[in-house]
């Protein structure tokens, strides 16, 4: 697994482990999940710039309603998805609207 993606799902882990919220923590484990497959599929760089994106809004929606400490992980899981997507999609731009 590349490193930025390790760092982020330690990041997501620590997030779970001190977090009370139950849904949190589904989501959180549904996040994991999805990073552990970005490796495996071989996308175009539009997709996965699309997919890293929708997985920031994810961590920054879920940010939103969770305490300080479990927030401070998460935004640290997407800023390491955000310096992979720079990495791995260098071309890809946000739809803009």
Do not use: C, K, N
């Not at 539009?46 to 927030?71: V, W």
Request: glycine letters at 2%; hydrophobic letters at 35%.
């Amino acid at each position: 697994m590349d490193r930025r993606l390790a760092e982020a799902r330690d990041a997501i882990d620590s997030a779970r482990e001190i977090t009370d919220d139950p849904t949190a923590e589904e989501q959180l484990a549904s996040i994991r999940e999805a990073l552990e497959t970005l490796d495996e599929d071989p996308v175009d760089e539009a997709a996965m710039g699309d997919r890293l994106e929708e997985m920031e809004r994810q961590f920054t929606t879920l940010g939103d309603d969770l305490a300080e400490l479990p927030t401070s992980h998460l935004e640290t899981a997407r800023d390491h998805l955000d310096a992979y997507r720079r990495e791995r999609a260098p071309e890809w731009e946000a739809d803009r609207d």
